[in-house]
């Protein structure tokens, strides 16, 4: 018999069947079906002419009514219409068949090379236990030197890459796609323009980088809750490779987006605004989905997410409770990016918490001795502008002067230039060495 026994139980089980009874912006209101939350509920649809209707995920309860959040479009919904609780909770595709794959929000293949053939997995995973984690040592290589020398990661780290909007952070985590010596890679663009989709994955990812990737899409123009849950499903998958004891790069743009889905759809449910509109649960949720990358026992996710500054401020309320999570940071500045130099990293507003970790003593003195020259010719910028510094007050500065152009060089990368580890701190130690005695 097809499906063992199983699948006869599954059929032979009634169905918990209700009513919607009240539709508000976002929000589905029903009645006659129990539920917890989390559970999933599809509105609409006739069982007898085999219709489907829009599934719709459980996000609160009171009183015999369950608030849902639809995960697709409810045009044509109306009071009345039909609501039953779908069985068992959300599950997504894991294992080596979905390398190379593009995902929407809910786990299924939108890139036309047909279905999934793979195990599936509960979409929810407890974060690794605090004593269960191994201790980050291991350096992962990003192939991009401004990191690998002066902000090196480690395997198992969780960094932000904050910046505004159009200052390259898209372009930034195609380069760690294609040159970090992680074993696979998980993206998940939440949010994201519909028009930006193909250009990432054809011109920034290319067809070398999505082979080792996993790419799950949701777009600006989705509900809430499809975005929410895309970024749940691009966590789950890494976790699975996690799981196998592989070392993979979890990528996310934008962590903020993810944010704004949860704050739509906590106010949907009925929770107050607090911060800048941001209901109280908006944060446990941020926290719990960077809880969990990092190390176990056995792998590692190594989280890199993107945080879009409003306005270019680091101090909203999104970016700074993601900043003191995160184990570091790194700073896309608008200025380096109008003027042509790319990746456009802040490296003296950057941070690596693991740097001292994961990198040897003689390659920290290196990294310091680069920043102690920035900072200098920072610091003296505008007398040097005006013309009015004198040779020989700082010799940090002159150093800084005299080798600009080669700092420059050294920091600057092609999208398509991948830098091995030990030929970037080969050009770091040149580059330092031609400072000459700088304390």
Request: charge should be neutral; aromatic fraction near 2%; include cysteine.
């Amino acid at each position: 018999m097809n499906g063992g026994w199983p699948a006869v139980v599954e059929a032979a089980r009634p169905l918990r069947t209700g009513t919607v009874s009240r539709i508000v912006g976002l929000g589905v209101d029903i009645r006659g079906v129990h539920g917890a939350v989390g559970d999933l509920i599809e509105l609409g649809g006739t069982t007898d002419r085999g219709t489907a209707g829009v599934p719709a995920e459980v996000v609160a309860a009171d009183r015999g009514i369950l608030r849902c959040m639809p995960l697709g479009v409810t045009d044509g919904l109306r009071v009345g219409d039909a609501a039953r609780a779908l069985s068992g909770r959300a599950r997504v595709p894991v294992g080596p068949s979905v390398l190379g794959r593009v995902l929407d929000g809910l786990g299924r293949p939108i890139d036309g090379r047909g279905p999934l053939v793979g195990p599936r997995v509960d979409l929810d995973h407890a974060p690794p236990s605090a004593m269960g984690r191994e201790r980050i040592t291991e350096p992962l290589v990003t192939g991009v030197r401004a990191i690998d020398t002066l902000t090196p990661l480690g395997r198992g780290q969780r960094v932000g890459l904050f910046a505004g909007s159009g200052v390259g952070k898209s372009s930034l985590l195609s380069m760690i796609a294609r040159g970090s010596s992680a074993s696979a890679n998980v993206i998940a663009l939440v949010g994201e323009r519909g028009r930006e989709v193909r250009e990432f994955l054809e011109d920034d990812l290319g067809p070398a980088g999505l082979a080792r990737s996993v790419v799950v899409v949701s777009t600006s123009d989705q509900p809430a809750m499809a975005r929410l849950r895309a970024a749940s499903t691009a966590t789950r998958i890494a976790e699975s490779f996690r799981d196998e004891g592989q070392h993979v790069v979890l990528m996310m743009d934008s962590l903020t987006r993810v944010a704004m889905a949860q704050r739509e759809i906590g106010l949907a449910a009925g929770e107050p605004p607090a911060t800048r509109g941001y209901p109280p649960s908006t944060f446990p949720v941020l926290a719990r989905l960077l809880e969990r990358a990092g190390t176990d026992r056995r792998g590692s996710i190594t989280g890199i997410y993107t945080v879009l500054v409003e306005g270019d401020d680091h101090n909203e309320p999104v970016a700074d409770t993601v900043r003191s999570i995160l184990d570091g940071h790194l700073v896309l500045d608008r200025t380096l990016a109008v003027t042509g130099h790319h990746p456009a990293i802040d490296v003296l507003g950057s941070v690596s918490r693991l740097a001292g970790k994961v990198a040897t003593g003689d390659q920290r003195r290196l990294a310091t001795t680069l920043r102690a020259v920035l900072a200098a010719r920072q610091d003296a910028r505008d007398l040097i502008g005006v013309g009015a510094y004198q040779p020989g007050a700082d010799p940090r500065v002159d150093a800084a002067v005299a080798s600009a152009r080669a700092i420059d060089a050294f920091l600057r990368q092609d999208l398509d230039d991948r830098s091995p580890a030990a030929e970037s701190w080969r050009r770091l130690g040149e580059l330092v060495a031609s400072f000459g005695d700088v304390s």
